[in-house]
Structures are given as C-alpha cells and as structure tokens.
T-cell receptor, first 116, second 110 residues
Framework: DGGITQSPKYLFRKEGQNVTLSCEQN?????MYWYRQDPGQGLRLIYY???????QKGDIAEGYSVSREKKESFPLTVTSAQKNPTAFYLC???????????????FGDGTRLSIL | DQQVKQNSPSLSVQEGRISILNCDYT??????FLWYKKYPAEGPTFLIS?????DKNEDGRFTVFLNKSAKHLSLHIVPSQPGDSAVYFC?????????FGTGTSLTVIP
C-alpha cells in the first residue's frame, strides 16, 4: 500500500534535547511538507521541500531543521531552540513540487511530541 | 495573519439532514481549494477539491461551492451520516504552499 509513514506516534523529550521525527513516503511524490497543529489552530507550515536536496522555510521554521537527502524521506529535527515544542506534528506529500503543487496533499498519521 | 478562516468551530446536524461547512479566504491569488476530513489522532484525509475556474464540484454526497467574488467556499454533505462526524479543514493553494483553516468539528446525531 502506498502512503506516508510517520514514526514514532508518541515522542517524549527532555528540555534541552534535540529530537528527530521521521517521515517516509512511497508515493513517489516530489513535494513534502511538515506542519504543526496546536489545539484550536489550523495546520501551520514549518518547512517544505519541492525536490531532493532543497527545502524552504514555512511560517514557523524557527527552532526546527530538516533534510531531504532522499526523495522518499523528509525528517524533521526539533531543536532545543524551539521554546514550545509540545504539539502534534504532521508530515504530508504531494505530486509535482515545481512551481505549483498539483493535487491534494497526502498526510501521515502524525507524531505527538511532549516535553517531560 | 490567517489567510483561510473557518469561523464555526463546531456544528451539529441530525442524521439525514444537510451539513454545510463554511470557509473564507483573503488571498485572491489562491487558485485551488480543498477540503480535508480528520479523525482524532490521525492525519487529515483528502475529501474534495475545486479549481478557481469552477464554482461547483460534486462527488457523491459531497459538494463544494466556490464564490470567488465573496472569497468564500462551502462544503455540503447530503445526507449526513454518523460516520461523517470528524473535524473538517478547508485549505487553499498558492504555488507550492497550502494554507489551512482552523477546522470545524462536525457531529452528526443519529
């Protein structure tokens, strides 16, 4: 089955630690995205990547970093610089990350990150 | 600044009746609009979309209407079923980015 896999589903982090959230897709999509969802808010874009070895900051990139070394993988690192990391993180992908993203985004089931 | 707004956080509808979910946007450059459905602890799943060159798109029980002059879109679900109970997000596309509303929680009462 084609889809997006996020792992782990739940993640706990001590203050001051970096933590990496995994996102893998086998849909052969060019574009991949990371969103953050907080209670009562919509999805806010953290980073997106239209092609391998290239990525762009979204609206709330501070305290986060990403890499796109392979088409199917787009890991997100939540660094200690992110002051309020507790949230639900969603990864998505879509066809054709050129000047326009065609088609709907496909989402993973998310990772819930909590600070101990 | 929120470019896509869903002003109703929740909506309750009787089974078999019509559900109407609304969404407003501010950016006239948006040219593609989508609705997603989300269950708790899961990612959103795509429901239906509409291009800005159309004013209506229908898929089974789901119809999306777009009013470009009012910068407004709506999702109609007829007839509503208990399995439709979920959070519904509208989204708008410009270039390579998608902008999401805050969601409307729909409850269909049996």
């Amino acid at each position: 089955d084609g889809g997006i896999t996020q792992s782990p589903k739940y993640l706990f982090r001590k203050e001051g630690q970096n933590v990496t959230l995994s996102c893998e897709q086998n849909l052969n999509h060019d574009a991949m995205y990371w969103y953050r969802q907080d209670p009562g808010q919509g999805l806010r874009l953290i980073y997106y990547s239209q092609i391998v070895n290239d990525f762009q900051k979204g609206d709330i990139a501070e305290g986060y970093s990403v890499s796109r070394e392979k088409k199917e993988s787009f890991p997100l690192t939540v660094t200690s610089a992110q002051k309020n990391p507790t949230a639900f993180y969603l990864c998505a992908s879509s066809i054709d990350g050129g000047d326009r993203a065609f088609g709907p985004q496909h989402f993973g089931d998310g990772t819930r990150l909590s600070i101990l | 600044d929120q470019q896509v707004k869903q002003n109703s956080p929740s909506l309750s509808v009787q089974e078999g009746r019509i559900s109407i979910l609304n969404c407003d946007y501010t950016n006239s450059m948006f040219d593609y609009f989508l609705w997603y459905k989300k269950y708790p602890a899961e990612g959103p799943t795509f429901l239906i979309s509409i291009s800005s060159i159309k004013d209506k798109n229908e898929d089974g029980r789901f119809t999306v209407f777009l009013n470009k002059s009012a910068k407004h879109l709506s999702l109609h679900i007829v007839p509503s079923q208990p399995g439709d109970s979920a959070v519904y997000f509208c989204a708008a596309n410009e270039g390579s980015q998608f902008y999401f509303g805050t969601g409307t929680s729909l409850t269909v009462i049996p």
